[in-house]
């Protein structure tokens, strides 16, 4: 029994407390499996009150993602916050070239030598002044190449990864951003509100933030 996108991957985040009854190796016997199957499953550990934990994971079968999830919570994790989302290629970036398509629906996770980690998702506003939805697709599309260019000018300190949502969660992307330093991310999205398509259009859900390890680094920080 599978269930896989036509194109791209699922994407699963958890962010979650640890129940007294919290079995490490029970979690680490749950993320091998899966990975031993070809999922991607990226620990964070989180700063704040929001969560203690966060697990991004990744992969083709939907159906191999929600067993993950059952033995994550097996394992005493108690899910505080989710979100559902599929990778993807954006309408406007069609005629890409196709590596960069490949790494938009199969990312390799985590990039290497960026450990500062956030998570939010967002929509575009619907509003009586601001409707993104009421613009023409040139104009649309001629936003978002002024939105990109802006991202792109921290290539190198942060690495983007948005997944679609649109009629599976309550947002419609998930964005991840991985950065060199904590304050990359910072500078990368207080940079990008400045952009008219996120001043006028964005909505944006709350953040997650911390820093991406190893599982066994991950539980430690964590005193499990």
Partial sequence: MALTPTTGWGVLHL??????????NALRKAVSAAEADGYQVVPVAL???KADLGLMALGPDVWRLRRLQTELVGSGLVAVESYVSL???SEYAAGVPEELRQARLFPQLPPEGKDAFCFYPMSKRRGEQHNW???DFDARKELMMGHGKVGRTFHGRVVQVITGSTGLDDYEWGVTLFGVHPDDLKDCVYEMRFDEASALYA???????G???GLDDVLSVLGA
């Fill in 203 to 209: 909505e944006f859900g709350p953040f997650y933030t």
């Fill in 47 to 49: 700063l704040g009150h």
């Fill in 211 to 213: 820093m991406v390890g």
């Fill in 87 to 89: 990778t993807e290629v």
């Fill in 15 to 24: 962010f979650c407390r640890l129940a007294p009854d919290f079995d490490a």
């Fill in 133 to 135: 939805y009421a613009l």
